[in-house]
């Protein structure tokens, strides 16, 4: 992950985050394993520039911490493809994180000027996640 904070890899990638850290499939994040059941199934949303969310895919979420660094990392596969990745980030005390409607993490992360939504399908699996 080298460092980077935030990774989304497929064809609806955003533009503003296009070329910031690339996370390469078989990069470190590519280890995680993820049980895909209903408490680990998300929607990843982004605020855009009209404010309204844009969904950026389904998926299966997991927090893990990476061995060599102990930094932390929320990871999210697809649901249509467990091989691919739909984010990779750093959780860091700096992103501004909110708990919202029992069921929806939402968080900011200043020096990029992004706004990030996980909606789970159950209130198990964000209480898990959060």
Known sequence: ???GNFTRIG?????????????????DMADVVIEES?????????MNDRCHW?????????ASRLEETGDAYMVIMSEHD???????????????????????????????NTDLALSFQSEAGCEAIW
Request: glycine letters at 4%; aromatic letters at 6%.
């Open 1 to 3: 992950v080298h460092g």
């Open 11 to 27: 064809p609806e990638r955003p533009r503003s985050m296009a070329a910031e850290n690339p996370l390469e499939p078989d990069a």
């Open 38 to 46: 209903a408490e680990s199934r998300v929607k990843l949303f982004q």
């Open 54 to 62: 844009s969904d950026l895919g389904t998926g299966y979420v997991s």
């Open 82 to 112: 467990s091989s691919q990745l739909l984010l990779a980030q750093q959780i860091r005390p700096e992103d501004v994180y909110q708990r919202q409607h029992n069921s929806l993490i939402v968080w900011a992360m200043p020096e990029s």
